[in-house]
């Protein structure tokens, strides 16, 4: 499966912003499916995931409560919806996908396909 990220910009501080990942190919449905990010000189950290059929999700304790993530499988599309964004978030936003079965849903080492990447800049 191909990943295309998009939807990053520039946000204040408390300001939202809705990241989109368009999926290429037949089999979306079939993969688990998480959030990323890299800010810089950092190590890439999980931040979202989603099951095959969106109905578990799993977050980052620090982005809980502010961050949803969802999925449109009959559209091939994951989302995620960030809401009062903190300057420290400003970071490149990774879709990736995660064959079903495989691991766990917080470790990047599972995750088989990755997105280019949307950068999320937040100003204070």
């Known amino acids: 499966v191909q990943l295309q990220a998009s939807g990053g910009g520039l946000v204040q501080a408390g300001g939202s912003l809705r990241l989109s990942c368009a999926a290429v190919?037949?089999?979306?449905?079939?993969?688990?499916m998480g959030w990323f990010r890299q800010a810089p000189g950092k190590e890439r950290e999980f931040v979202a995931a989603?099951?095959?059929?969106?109905?578990?999700?799993y977050y980052a304790d620090s982005v809980k409560g502010r961050f949803t993530i969802s999925r449109d499988n009959a559209k091939n599309i994951l989302y995620l919806q960030m809401n009062s964004l903190k300057p420290e978030e400003t970071a490149i936003y990774y879709c990736?996908?995660?064959?079903?079965?495989?691991?766990?849903?917080?470790?990047?080492?599972?995750?088989?396909?990755w997105g280019q990447g949307t950068q999320v800049t937040v100003s204070s």
């Open positions: 990736a996908a995660k064959p079903y079965l495989s691991g766990n849903y917080y470790s990047l080492v599972e995750y088989a396909y």
């Open positions: 989603t099951s095959r059929s969106g109905g578990n999700t």
């Open positions: 190919g037949p089999t979306f449905s079939s993969y688990d």
